[in-house]
């Protein structure tokens, strides 16, 4: 027998409530080819709307040494988002030199789908493992109506088709349901991705960032969902992944295909978030609905050290008192919240 030292895994840091910082999610920019109406409404996000100017935005370097020290820390999955993670150039090359940290055994991106298809080998190619793509209708009117750019289905469809030949198995497909929009949409998305290729997860219209006009009466309850869904195909729960996974599972009965219902809105699960959101501009935010971010780009611009870097993340996670969503009231509706597009989704 030898005395080999085993490497040993970090003990992540806990936060206030013990919930352990375990996944970074990272916004590589804060542009969106999409203008989603609960999102990036062109009223708000129209031509003359300031995005982040280039200088301001970290650089591939300074994401991939930020990523190196969460994955001494502990964290183990990495989800690249925005805004529309594709329309950073070369984002492909992030993809390359995130793969390659040690430590990082999860690599996923969100994105809407809408891009020339070679780029999915190339994600393939540079280490991306997992990918989920945006599609709220199988009905072109109402999905036009929705992303405002008059994207058709067959473009996001052609996508995940193509996702799945390369190797990506299965795609995880997110649909947000606003009530009065796309609720009719509900049953024939269920129909077509009732397949093993694919996960398809509705999410609850939410309350995120200050613009979508967000109303709890436009809001289908994730049971809602699930009781129509049930009707047709019958359906039954199935235990998390892993604790504070953030959807709730349900198989097609007698079957492998499954989906999920993100009930951020109706049921939340802020006791289990374990989730740190970095921006395009590199500040820290501690939660999807949060007021602040905690700027992390100027230290690293002004030669922190990685012990720094360390301190400034460790401190902020174990001050970290965030519940939102399980506090949701008619007081938290005022606050000038952060936009999902900055801070990333
Ligand atoms: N552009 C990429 C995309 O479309 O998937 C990534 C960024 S987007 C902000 C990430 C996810 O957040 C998408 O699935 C989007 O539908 C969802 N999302 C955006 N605004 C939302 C809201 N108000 N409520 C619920 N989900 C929302």
Known sequence: MTNQKQPQTPTPPTD??????????????????????????????????????????????????????????????????????LMRRQVEGLVEMLAAVPGIDDLAMTTNGSFPVERIQMLKDAGLQRMTVSLDSLDDEIFMAMNDMKVPVSRVLNWIETAQTKGFNPVKVNMVVKRGLNEDSILPMARKFNTPGTILRFIEFMDVGSSNGWRMDEVVPAKEIIQLIHREMPLEEIPPNYPGEVATRFRYKDTVNEIGVIASVTKPFCRGCTRIRLSANGSLYTCLFAVQGHDLKTPLRDGASDAEIIEIITNLWQNRTDQYSDLRSEETDDLPKVEMSFIGG
């Open 16 to 85: 206030v409530f013990g919930r352990a910082l375990r996944d970074l999610r990272i916004s590589v920019t804060d542009r969106c080819n999409f203008r989603c109406v609960y999102c990036m409404p062109k009223e708000i996000f129209g031509r003359g709307y300031r995005f982040l100017p280039q200088e301001e935005v970290l650089t591939f370097e300074e994401i991939t040494r930020l990523v190196n020290i969460f994955a001494g820390l502990g964290t183990r999955k990495i989800r690249l988002t925005g805004g529309e993670p």
